[in-house]
């Protein structure tokens, strides 16, 4: 099972929400394309499912990590101008499920905040890198997440407590799964997704290079998805909803 080609992007999006479990993970996923997206006047917002408390690399105190990295968070995306950071409650890093109660918290924000389009991670497992874009959390937040877009956020009888009315979702864009054919130049933003993740001192600051580390890979997505020499890329899979 695998995605189907990519979807050409819609020209009308107005607002995109970005749907993650961790702090870091649009960053590391996304970055240069978010600050694009901003750039083009979309409004641009994070909900995010934990805090990454089970992260870091160093003898910082555990109890003192939901804190510190909500904090490196909203601090990485004000880098790419993202100016709406909202935070779950409840659930922790490493223990995330595609659970009803998630559904329906995400069903909650897509009908608050109304978006055209959603970005997160995908629930397809990539079975030739299993560390990194195949947490399990990154699967249940994919998934919970589709299933929010549909059928809950845009059934009027789904969810009907919320007292929020429906919305619908036309499109969303899956980072980190198998094959992603939708390649997005970010060489002109790179910079900003650099300086959006060094703002993830406790995720970053360990890494020997990370500038070039990303360069190569970003380099090998652009190549791979036929960009001229020189390039950097992210790249997803795109599916229209609606
Ligand atoms: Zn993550």
Redesign the pocket.
């Known amino acids: 099972m695998s995605f189907p080609p990519s979807a050409e992007p819609l020209t009308d999006v107005q607002r995109a929400l970005c749907v993650?479990?961790?702090p870091?993970?649009v960053d590391?996923g996304s970055g240069g394309t978010v600050a694009q997206w901003v750039e083009a006047g979309i409004e641009v917002a994070y909900l995010l499912v934990t805090r990454?408390d089970a992260g870091g690399f160093d003898a910082t105190p555990r109890e003192r990590m939901p804190s510190i990295r909500e904090a490196e968070q909203r601090a990485a995306a004000a880098v790419l101008g993202v100016k709406e950071v909202e935070f779950l409650e409840g659930y922790s890093d490493g223990m995330v499920t595609p659970s009803l109660e998630l559904r329906k918290e995400i069903t909650a924000a897509i009908r608050r905040f109304r978006p055209d389009r959603i970005l997160t991670?995908s629930p397809l497992r990539r079975w030739d890198r299993i560390a990194g874009p195949s947490?399990p959390?990154?699967l249940a937040v994919g998934e919970a997440t589709t299933c929010a877009v549909y059928p809950e956020s845009r059934n009027e009888f789904a969810h009907m407590d919320l007292g929020l009315p429906p919305w619908t979702v036309r499109e969303v864009w899956y980072n980190g799964g198998p094959a992603p054919d939708h390649a997005v130049d970010v060489t002109d933003t790179f910079e900003r997704k650099i300086t959006a993740l060094r703002a993830h001192v406790t995720q970053t600051t360990h890494v020997d290079n990370l500038e070039g580390m990303l360069r190569e890979r970003l380099s090998l997505v652009a190549s791979g998805l036929g960009l001229p020499e020189g390039r950097l890329a992210e790249a997803f899979t795109i599916i229209r909803t609606a």
């Open positions: 993650f479990a961790h870091d993970d590391f990454g991670s947490h959390d990154h």
